[in-house]
């Protein structure tokens, strides 16, 4: 029941700026961190940013300053502002959220089906 949906990938030029869009839908009863993962080709995904529902935020060092997370609790979406944008940034982009279908049940955790951001120099 529950989608993570992605979007606002793209292609962009080095320097440039992107911003990416994530919505859950369905029957979610509570969500709590929601964050953005990238995997480029060859490599294993990586966190890239996290988001409590407090606003409580978390980056990995190779974006801190250049990507801005943010969340709309009331829209079950989180963003992820991409400015600065380098080649290494190209990769697919994952939403994920750890929610709660319901009350009686754990938390746990959801994927997006991912977005392709690709950086050209």
């Known amino acids: 029941q529950v989608q993570l949906v992605e979007s606002g990938g793209g292609l962009v030029q080095a320097g440039g700026s992107l911003r990416l869009s994530c919505a859950a839908s369905?029957?979610?009863?509570?969500?709590?961190?929601m964050g953005w993962y990238r995997q480029a080709p060859g490599k294993q995904r990586e966190l890239v940013a996290t988001i409590t529902t407090g606003g409580s935020t978390n980056y990995a060092d190779s974006v801190k300053g250049r990507f801005t997370i943010s969340r709309d609790n009331a829209k079950n979406t989180v963003y992820l502002q991409m400015g600065s944008l380098k080649p290494e940034d190209t990769a697919v982009y994952y939403c994920?959220?750890?929610?709660?279908?319901?009350?009686?049940?754990?938390?746990?955790?959801?994927w997006g089906q991912g977005t392709q951001v690709t950086v050209s120099s």
């Open positions: 369905g029957s979610i009863f509570s969500i709590n961190a």
């Open positions: 994920h959220a750890d929610l709660r279908p319901d009350s009686s049940t754990f938390y746990y955790g959801t």
